[in-house]
């Protein structure tokens, strides 16, 4: 599967932002998929994941309450709700897809190309 993420971009703290994830061919469905970032000079965050079905999702204790994750699997789609953003969320935003349950200790077999965010105070 090829994904390929979008969205991001300069907001001010407090806004909210949108990224989206394409995903290509026709097996989406089969697969977890998985928000993660990274900020200069800080690992890799798994902020956000959901199962096959949309139907249960997962979120790092960061962005529980604010972040929303979400797919569309007519669409091919996963998106990324973010409300009450704050600078501390700056961050490049990928997107990933994997066969299993992706968490903060996964390492995703596919991964879209990251969409820079950032939130200015």
């Known amino acids: 599967v090829q994904l390929q993420a979008s969205g991001g971009g300069l907001v001010q703290a407090g806004d909210s932002l949108r990224l989206s994830c394409a995903a290509s061919?026709?097996?989406?469905?089969?697969?977890?998929m998985g928000w993660f970032r990274q900020a200069p000079g800080k690992e890799r965050e798994n902020v956000a994941t959901?199962?096959?079905?949309?139907?249960?999702?997962n979120y790092a204790g960061s962005v529980k309450g604010r972040f929303v994750i979400s797919r569309d699997n007519v669409k091919n789609m996963v998106y990324l709700q973010m409300n009450s953003l704050k600078p501390e969320d700056t961050a490049v935003y990928y997107c990933?897809?994997?066969?299993?349950?992706?968490?903060?200790?996964?390492?995703?077999?596919?991964w879209g190309q990251g969409t820079l965010v950032t939130v200015s105070s």
């Open positions: 959901i199962n096959l079905s949309g139907s249960v999702t």
């Open positions: 990933a897809a994997d066969l299993n349950w992706i968490s903060s200790a996964s390492h995703p077999s596919y």
């Open positions: 061919g026709r097996s989406f469905a089969r697969y977890f």
